[in-house]
């Protein structure tokens, strides 16, 4: 097959979830066998004339992110009933590129990639001729948005927030209900997820989980890990990841850190607020930034924790740390989206005191730890490594009368 590939940032470095998913996808795909068209968003530090993805793509287009000033986004919230995913993606040079490749080539499968191209939709539902259009959906966008505002709403200097995520869910529900219509299916990348989208009454919709290579993450030979590091990984300017470590940071950690005083915690992701990096002024805190490859800090760390209260999908940040052969602490939300499997295979709390306890227990239990990182890491093997699941993303073209 024929397969136009479009996606929001560039899938190789990967820097952020949608990234590292879709760097999986082409992967898969082309070793498949299948010819892949990739149009993506890029910034200009990318060296395409190196880049590994030249070697798996026929053909490899970039375009520069657009730049939507803060006072231009605030005028369209107050001036429209758009959300802001509407037009965070909206470029002129983008959709010049879409209409010219759609002009060149004939394509068997569109697939895009997250909520915010499907302000192309109009643009492809003109030139895709016989092409069947997917909308691989990252998370369900509308209720991450009504999970946010509940939280934020807690804490009263988080209310003008709060406001705004409230506004955004009302108006994201009504665009990815127009995107679920428009296309010919939805991928999902959870059960939960598919509930909530089947919502929209839309197109059929599949699962696909989140994948990894997991040969990539294997723990080193010798298992080496600190004692009493906690670490938490994921790119730091993502509302959801923020408001876990200022969670964990401030109702957790003192409590393990009086019966550990050495206890420390890593912070591993780009771009961290200045509210953040302060943490590592106040004590038992690194905040590291950007780093070439978190696999180091997954093979030396003593326990690899997921504090989320929002949020929505597979997370692969779990995957890469039970492949490295962590032992996880979740909550129920970091863990959404996982089989029976591999949720067996962690440790799971919700409130503060719960996950301070099972911390405590944790480090307290070296034997225990090694036996959760051993069924973690066989459970991420079998169950969401990409050669898992590319076969099910193959189905799903199939059930459209394609392959």
């Keep these: ?113 997250g909520l915010e191209l499907a302000c192309y939709l109009p643009l492809i539902a003109a030139g895709k001729g016989e092409a069947k259009v997917v909308y691989d959906a990252l998370n369900a966008e509308a209720d991450l948005q009504r999970v946010i505002a509940r939280v934020d709403r807690g804490s009263f200097s988080r209310w003008p927030a709060a406001i705004y995520s409230a506004m955004q869910a009302r108006r994201l529900s009504r665009f990815e209900a127009e995107a679920c219509r428009r296309v010919d299916a939805v991928v999902a990348v959870s059960e939960e997820d598919r509930n909530l989208l089947r919502q929209n009454r839309g197109a059929p919709i599949y699962v696909v989980p989140n994948g990894i290579n997991s040969a990539e993450f294997h723990p080193a030979a010798s298992d080496q890990r600190a004692p009493c590091q906690l670490l938490f990984s994921g790119k730091m300017d993502y509302r959801p990841n923020v408001d876990a470590v200022e969670w964990f940071y401030h109702a957790v950690f003192p409590r393990v850190r009086r019966r550990y005083p050495d206890a420390s915690l890593v912070i591993v992701g780009r771009n961290p607020p200045a509210r953040l990096q302060r943490l590592a002024s106040q004590g038992g805190a690194q905040v590291t930034g950007w780093v070439d490859a ?53 440790r799971i709390a919700d409130n503060a005191d719960d996950f301070a306890g099972a911390l405590i227990a944790l480090l307290a239990d070296e034997r225990m730890r090694r036996e959760l990182g051993a069924r973690a890491q066989k459970a991420a093997r079998e169950h969401y490594d990409w050669s898992a699941l590319i076969p099910r993303l193959l189905q799903t073209y199939e059930e459209l009368g394609l392959g």
Aim: charged residues 20%.
């Design 294 to 346: 978190v696999e180091p800090y997954l093979r030396r760390t003593t326990i690899y924790i997921v504090p989320l209260r929002m949020g929505s999908g597979t997370r692969l940040k779990v995957l890469q740390a039970m492949a490295a052969g962590c032992a996880v602490l979740s909550t129920s939300i970091g863990a959404a989206g996982l089989n029976s499997a591999a949720r067996s295979a962690l």
């Design 1 to 113: 097959m024929k397969i136009l590939l479009l996606t929001p940032d560039f899938p190789y470095p990967s820097e952020s979830g949608a990234a590292i998913r879709n760097d999986g996808i082409i992967r898969g795909l082309a070793a498949a066998g299948h010819k892949l068209t990739l149009l993506s968003f890029a910034p200009g530090k990318i060296n395409l004339a190196s880049n590994p993805l030249l070697d798996v793509c026929e053909t490899l287009r970039t375009v520069p992110l657009p730049v939507h000033s803060k006072a231009k986004r605030i005028v369209r919230l107050l001036s429209s009933f758009q959300a802001d995913m509407e037009f965070r993606l909206a470029s002129a040079e983008y959709a010049g590129a879409l209409k010219a490749i759609l002009q060149e080539e004939s394509f068997d499968v569109i697939q895009f990639s």
